[in-house]
Structure formats: C-alpha cells, structure tokens
C-alpha cells in the first residue's frame, strides 16, 4: 500500500468536524461532552483567528531602501539595520501639539525580519540628522510571504508642518527595546494596576472593568463607587448593557465571573486591555442569550494624562432593548462640585445641560472649583451601522442618590435591533486641572487635537539632504555586530534545543517562536522565553532538562565558546501562538506557509 502524506488535518479536528459531534452529543442529552466540545471549537477559533484574521489595510505603497544607501552619516548611525522606509507625519490644524499617539499598521517581507518586536526602530529627521523616538510593536502576524505589525510612537504636531520618519527593520542582532517610561503595569492577565504621572487606574480583578482611579495631583483624589453594586463589584465605569424586552432583567458586562475573551499589550508606550463576549444574566447561566456582542477595549499611555476607551455594540440577531447604554460613569463621596459639558459646536460649558442639547452632547464630566480636580469623557467618534443616527444623550447629574456623581449615555433611536447593525464609539477620559482661566480651553484643545490626529502617509526616504553627524548610535551595544559573543552562534546553538514531546517532528524552541530575545553582556547570555501556553508552565523542561528534555538552553550554551554564565528568564507577555513559528518551524508541523 503507498505512503500518504500526513497532513496537518490530520492530526487535528476542523471547527466543521467539532461542529457535527456537538450536535450529536446534544441530540444524545450528553451535555458534559457537549461542554468540552464547545471548549474545544472555541480553541479551533483561537487558532483560526491567529492564522486567519486580517489585521487590517497595511499603510502602502511604501518604497524599502537599504540602509547602505543611505547618506554617510546616517548609515553610520543605522549599523546593524539593512532596510528602512519613510512616513510623513503632517499636522493640518495649524497648531504646535504637544505628544499623541501614532499607531500605523506596516507590512514588512517575511525573508527581512525574524521579529518585528525586536528589530523594529523608528527615527525622525531633524536638521539633517536622525533622532530615534520610542516606539511599540503588537500585533504581530505572518500572512502568506508578509508579516504585519502594529507600530506605536508619540510624536508632537509642528504647526503645518511636515515631519518625515524613517523605520528600520532587518537586524537579526537587536534585542527588545526598553526605553524610559512613566509608565507601569503590574498584574497578570486583565487584573492590572495601570500608572503613569497622572494617574493610576485599577482593573477589576473578576472582570477587567475599571474599578478605581486616583488622579495623581497633590492630595491625589481616588475616584470610586462604593456599595454593593447590584451584587456586582461596583466601579466606576458600568457600561456597556442593556434590559431585556418588556424590562424584565438587564444584562451587562460587569456581570462576568471573568472576561469571556480578552487580549492585553504592555509596553512601554501604552497598556491596552481588549475584552469582548455576550453580556450576562443577573441568573447566568438561565439566561444566556447571544444577540449582542460587546467588544471593549482601554488604551492607557506613557506621558499623557487621558486614556482611550473604544468600543463596538453588535447585534447577532434580531431583538427588542427598550433601554441600552454604551457610557455610564458612578463616582462616591461627591469629589466634584460642578457639571461640565460640550454641545455639538465644540464649546465647553459648566452647570446644567441646556434642555434643547440633551441628545446632542460631545463631552461631559465633572470638576471641582476648590482642588481644581476634574474627570471629564470626551466622546470623539459615536456612530451606528444599519441603524438611525444615534442619540448622543449623558447629561451629568450631580447627586446620583445623593451619595456621587453620574452620567449616562442612551443612544438607541429605535428599540428594535435589527441582526447586523452596530455601534461604535471611541472616547477620550482626561483628568486635567480645571481653572477658570483654562480649563475650557484646553479641553477644548484637546477634543480638537483628538478628532484630528496627525495624518499619517507613506512617504520617500529625502534625497539631497546635507546629512549631520551625530552623537551615538541607533544600537545598543551588541546590537551591531559587535556581541561578546556571536549572537549567529546562540541562535545556531539554541536550534539543538528541542521539544521532545513532539516526538517525531524534531522542532527547535528557535523554530517553534519560543525564544523572545537574546542578549549578551561580558560573558554572560541572557535568554527570554515563553512557553506555548498556560498548560505547560514550567520553563526548566527546556533550561535545565526537566522531565527528560535531552539538550537543555543553559547546558548547550554553555559549550559555545565564550559564554561563562547563561541567565534564562520565562514571561507570558506576550502571549505565544502559531505566528511566531519559523518556515522550518510552520513546515514540521505540516502548517502552510
């Protein structure tokens, strides 16, 4: 009988297969299979999505340049680096702006890179010469013969200026950035602790909802809901959720005994926490109805003394929600003495909602006239798919049952969903200093500044510029050729370390993506690693052998000629999956490349 090829399918079962044997186990009435075969499609669309969805329109056409042709000084200043390409950056307000996020998706030729997070450097130029501006990398994927990020930097606006950055890429010697930062994330999973100069924000531990703030300003405020909730953790931020037809219950996100699915990005730039599922029953699971999807995600940046919220509302199937809120805010213990709010021409006011705006509100908030304290949401994009034009309600109430603050936001025009439609909304929460004299404006300012953002394009690398020498370099010691130790020679030597639970496919931890960086100072080899997933937690398997692996990390690299001392560090962040394998690594496990 011939050979045949085994196939990846074969050692797996399609979502479709999955699919049939769900049903027959509910048609059976066992419903403990039922359950662990819903747990197993749910990782058949884990693994899908990381395979399969589009991260997006990567910004393009972009012309690649090698850096060895670039002006003498700056190709002195780039070694190490082999491409680089040009964004324009334009401010079109005519304002000189202080630093905001950039955020670009860029498409990168898979034989170029070996890990965007670690070679990915941007710099601007200025007078002639190159200046490296912090950057963060997430989002990484390998679609077809590409493998796509997304690159965050903070740039400031120079009035109706022009600014041209240059990114580099291409170095199989850098090592994972780190860069200065006010920012600090502690936690695992959702539960964090987000802090910067201006604020820290606390995430419930049961839910990832923002459950607490402390404005960082002299008394430093702490801004959070007491009580008992509705038998829910209280916290500051209740939306997003709606009530059931004729009233009868309401359903909401922070309601969940834990996110149904999330995703969270640290770096030195910006957290982002991106949790989505059904919101559930005061009776979960009775009620466990699957008609509107809630996506909702935090952004908290370095340096900036406001955060992003974003979300989207979809409606899976047709249903009535006589009331829906997508912004609802609660804060104890009256820490503010006045409302403030912004009607559609972009003007802040203080004190009551004029009557004939109540649905046509841009910002609300609150501040108080002593401490100068304020907390003020600045709704920048709030709009529906297949549905008529939202209302955008919240008018803030000073005494919510006389115990805090409040304010909420009903949008529904209609209270029939229909299947397919959506809502979106992309807000700003600030906590600056409110005076008399500028508080106005600066939120003013800032509402402007965010709804406009810097306009980002492909550009060309200049041509004709007097390049300037400059002090320093664009790597790092190590980074240029110039290791203690031939970092070609780690990674060679790492290739022997193998996952022997995977008998027969002879896979490295280099080729399964398991190595995150490599660094060498003196002697002395520091690796980063992570592994596959949560089940298999124990990082000594690979460093010293445990349980039988038969090449450990420390034990091989220690024979390559040089190395003294070999420190093997695990982290979870960020987390592992198939996007990170090598071609060698995709073919032995019979994925397509």
């Not at 991260?55 to 680096?81: C, D, I, N, T």
């Not at 990484?140 to 580099?168: D, I, N, P, S, W």
């Amino acid at each position: 009988m011939p050979m045949t090829e085994t196939k990846y399918t074969d050692r797996t079962d399609s979502f479709e297969e999955k699919l049939r044997l769900i049903e027959a186990a509910w048609r059976k009435k066992d419903f403990r299979l039922a359950r662990s075969l819903a747990h197993s499609l749910r990782h058949s669309a884990m693994q899908a999505q990381a395979e399969e969805e589009s991260p997006g329109q990567p910004l393009g056409p972009s012309k690649l340049e090698l850096v060895e042709s670039l002006p003498a000084a700056w190709r002195a200043w780039a070694q190490g680096w082999k491409y680089c390409r040009a964004l324009h950056l334009d401010e079109t307000l005519g304002l000189d702006r202080p630093p905001e996020p950039v955020e670009v998706l860029l498409s990168f030729p898979a034989d170029q890179v070996t890990s965007l997070a670690r070679e990915v450097r941007i710099a601007r130029v200025v007078d002639g010469a190159l200046k490296e501006i912090p950057c963060q990398v997430h989002g990484e994927v390998r679609r077809g013969t590409e493998r796509l990020a997304k690159v965050l930097f903070l740039a400031r606006g120079v009035m109706h200026q022009r600014q041209t950055f240059l990114v580099f890429h291409g170095n199989p010697d850098a090592e994972l950035p780190a860069y200065p930062t006010d920012l600090e994330t502690r936690g695992e999973g959702f539960a964090l602790d987000i802090e910067n100069d201006f604020y820290k924000a606390s995430l419930s531990r049961q839910m990832g909802q923002l459950e607490r703030m402390t404005i960082k300003r002299e008394h430093g405020l702490e801004l959070f809901a007491g009580g008992e909730g509705h038998g829910e953790p209280p916290g500051i931020d209740w939306a997003h959720d709606y009530a059931a037809s004729g009233h009868f219950q309401k359903f909401r996100i922070t309601l969940w005994e834990t996110c149904p699915d999330y995703e969270v990005v640290r770096g030195p730039l910006a957290t982002l926490v991106r949790r989505w599922g059904f919101p559930q029953s005061p009776v979960h699971p009775v009620f466990t109805p699957a008609r509107l999807h809630v996506d909702v995600e935090y952004r908290f940046y370095a340096g900036l003394p406001w955060f992003h919220k974003l979300g989207t509302m979809r409606a899976v199937k047709e249903f009535e929600a006589p009331a829906l809120r997508d912004d609802e805010w609660v804060f104890s213990g009256q820490p503010f003495t006045d409302i403030v709010w912004m009607g559609p021409d972009g003007k802040l006011r203080t004190g009551a909602v004029d009557a004939a705006l109540r649905e046509n509100l841009w910002a609300v908030g609150f501040y108080n006239k002593d401490s100068k304290d304020s907390f003020v949401a600045l709704f920048l994009e709030h709009r529906a798919d297949g549905l008529p034009e939202l209302k955008h309600t919240a008018s803030p109430n000073l005494f919510y049952r006389w115990h805090g603050h409040v304010w909420s936001r009903y949008p529904l025009p209609v209270k029939q969903v229909p299947a397919g439609a959506a809502m979106h909304q992309k807000n700003a929460y600030a906590a600056l200093p409110f005076t008399a004299a500028d508080g106005a404006r600066q939120l003013e300012e800032l509402r402007h500044r965010l709804t406009n953002p810097l306009l980002v394009t492909a550009g060309e690398v200049p041509r004709g510029v007097a390049a300037k020498e400059q002090p320093g370099h664009l790597a790092r010691p190590g980074e240029a050729g110039d290791s203690p130790v031939s970092k070609a020679a780690l990674w060679a030597a790492l290739r022997d370390c193998k996952d022997e639970q995977l008998y027969t496919a002879d896979i490295s931890v280099v080729d399964l993506g398991l190595v995150l960086d490599l660094r060498v100072r003196g002697d002395t080899v520091h690796v980063l690693m992570t592994m596959p997933h949560r089940g298999r937690p124990r990082l000594g398997y690979f460093t010293f052998g445990s349980g039988g692996n038969s090449v450990p990390v420390q034990q091989r690299l220690l024979k390559v000629p040089g190395v003294g001392k070999v420190i093997v560090e695990q982290t979870w962040e960020p987390g592992w999956n198939s996007n990170r394998l090598t071609d060698d690594g995709r073919k032995k496990l019979g994925l397509a490349i």
